[in-house]
């Protein structure tokens, strides 16, 4: 295990919840973090820029407090996501306050920057960079990353294409610290099964947005219940980039999910308002392909509650401590 310090003691299973574009707020890190797992969020997500002060107190403090009154519960600390990309008008301001806050892990994607690492270094935070293939993952450390999340095929989001098994196999042959696997991960054997194959964490989204807690529709949430790997499509049309999004949407949309288009991946933007064709596309909505695995709308506490029941029973089936 390459855990980092910041997250030893601190985690009731050993995940990190992957910061939702529009649906990550801080209702849903507060909860993550109070049951024992990394709640994050994409620092776009807060607008204006001065609500990104704000949350990022209300945060602090709030799990501050829980902390000091539950001293024998373990209390994640929390994470945001900065988009690196430079179309993303905001990042120098976004970075500011983080540094200001001297948030505890930073996130970055689409893009590794040195200036980013060292600021984020500056005051003892740690910097996980998402990747989606071994090129990308030896450039990230090079440019001062500590740690790599493995976003392989399945995964919501701008997914990869490889294999989980590749993909980790791949980078675990020359980089031994902090390692983390998204991809269809939404019960505790599939947390387990992660780091049998060589991950020390792993990375959840989709199934988090069928949470009380998560800042979307109830009709999204449903949808993510009632769906499952097969409901999902792989495109590129809706961003610019590559990503998993839930069919029904799709075709709610009047469009055939089957005979979509290709984007033209040089008009992606990430400026103060998130993508320009996420807006256009609002109402399509992303998913990863493991949501077989959710069957319900519950609390972000109880879902967790749940992966470390799932987990522990996975360990106990294999006869491991």
Known sequence: MSLPDVLKGRLSVPVIGSPLFIISHPPLVIAQCKAGVVGSFPTLNARPIEMLDDWFTEITEELASYAAANPDKPVAPFAANLIVHKSNDRLDEDLALCVKHKVPIIITSLGARPEVNDAIHSYGGIVLHDVINDRFAHKAIEKG??????????????????????????????????????????????VLAAQAMGADLAYIGSAFIATKEARAQEEYKQMIVDCGGEDIVYSNLFTGIHGNYLKPSVVAAGMDPDDLPESDPSKMNFGSGGTTKAKAWKDIWGSGQGIGAVDKIQGAGEYVEQLARQYSAAKARLNLK
């Open 145 to 190: 990353a500590d740690g790599l999340i493995c976003v392989a095929t399945g995964a919501g989001g701008h997914a990869g294409t490889l294999s989980p098994f590749a993909l980790v196999q791949d980078i675990r042959k020359w980089f031994d610290g902090p390692l983390l696997l998204s991809g269809s991960i939404a019960s505790g054997d599939a």
